[in-house]
């Protein structure tokens, strides 16, 4: 379980960065003042990303094995990643701290943009939450229900990490932590996997030999 710390804390910190972390950042930024359905628009486009993520999950699981680790992490990181980057580059640093007035780095927030990263952050969190799960039964299938309860437990610590220190941190840390936490957990996520992998294939050997004996001895 320990070798699953970065995943959880990543789902942790991502679900805190962009449910209140990043709306708050856009609201206290005063360029942003027209933008008065950024609310809506920021709802409609995680909810899109999270259900429509875990549809494609769910469909192409039946059809690709093993679809629901190594490329649904992938995707997930890969998700986190880009909207870090648009977050990077459109927000004042100091937009979660106060409002501010502030100029982005390259780009303003509008619709269309706000849309995109909502979008990517609810794939990422439905990508991440859907591993996290999936991993937890394989790594201790006889204590599946303990092992979820244990990765929720340091998720919910990480998220309380974050909210309190949340009115002290710049933009930056949330968005190249986020960033460079992502890669972390996927590198560890990919050696879990590969591991668990080798654990099942010894497993199916035991149980047929097992089989085998058994038939043996009936005859």
């Given at each position: 379980?320990?070798?699953?710390?970065?995943?959880?804390?990543l789902?942790?910190?991502?679900?805190?960065?962009?449910?209140a972390?990043?709306?708050?950042?856009m609201?206290?930024t005063?360029?942003?003042?027209?933008?008065v359905?950024?609310?809506?628009?920021w709802?409609?486009?995680?909810?899109?990303?999270?259900?429509?993520?875990?549809?494609?999950?769910?469909?192409?699981s039946?059809?690709?094995?093993?679809?629901?680790?190594?490329?649904?992490?992938?995707?997930?990181?890969?998700?986190?990643?880009?909207?870090?980057g648009?977050?990077?580059?459109?927000?004042?640093?100091?937009?979660?701290?106060?409002?501010?007035?502030?100029?982005?780095?390259?780009?303003?927030?509008?619709?269309?943009?706000?849309?995109?990263?909502?979008?990517?952050?609810g794939?990422s969190d439905?990508?991440i939450?859907?591993v996290?799960?999936v991993?937890?039964a394989l790594?201790?299938?006889?204590?599946?229900?303990?092992s979820?309860?244990?990765?929720?437990?340091?998720?919910?610590?990480a998220c309380?990490?974050?909210f309190?220190?949340?009115?002290?941190?710049?933009?930056y840390v949330?968005?190249?932590?986020?960033?460079?936490?992502?890669?972390?957990?996927?590198?560890v996520?990919?050696?879990?996997?590969?591991?668990?992998?080798?654990?099942?294939r010894k497993l199916?050997?035991?149980?047929?030999?097992?089989?085998?004996?058994?038939?043996?001895?009936?005859c």
């Amino acid at each position: 379980m320990c070798q699953l710390l970065p995943l959880t804390i990543l789902g942790g910190f991502n679900v805190s960065f962009w449910l209140a972390v990043f709306p708050t950042a856009m609201n206290f930024t005063k360029h942003n003042s027209n933008l008065v359905y950024i609310p809506a628009i920021w709802s409609l486009g995680s909810g899109l990303g999270e259900v429509l993520m875990g549809i494609l999950i769910s469909a192409l699981s039946k059809r690709i094995k093993g679809f629901g680790l190594k490329p649904t992490m992938t995707i997930g990181a890969i998700s986190v990643l880009v909207y870090c980057g648009l977050v990077h580059v459109s927000t004042p640093f100091e937009a979660p701290l106060r409002p501010t007035s502030e100029e982005p780095l390259l780009i303003y927030h509008s619709y269309p943009l706000i849309f995109v990263i909502a979008f990517a952050a609810g794939v990422s969190d439905c990508c991440i939450n859907g591993v996290r799960a999936v991993i937890c039964a394989l790594v201790l299938p006889e204590r599946r229900v303990q092992s979820y309860s244990v990765a929720r437990m340091y998720h919910a610590g990480a998220c309380t990490v974050c909210f309190f220190f949340s009115p002290v941190t710049p933009l930056y840390v949330y968005t190249i932590g986020l960033s460079v936490l992502s890669v972390i957990a996927t590198i560890v996520f990919y050696r879990v996997a590969d591991s668990t992998k080798s654990m099942e294939r010894k497993l199916t050997q035991i149980s047929m030999e097992k089989k085998k004996i058994a038939e043996m001895q009936v005859c």
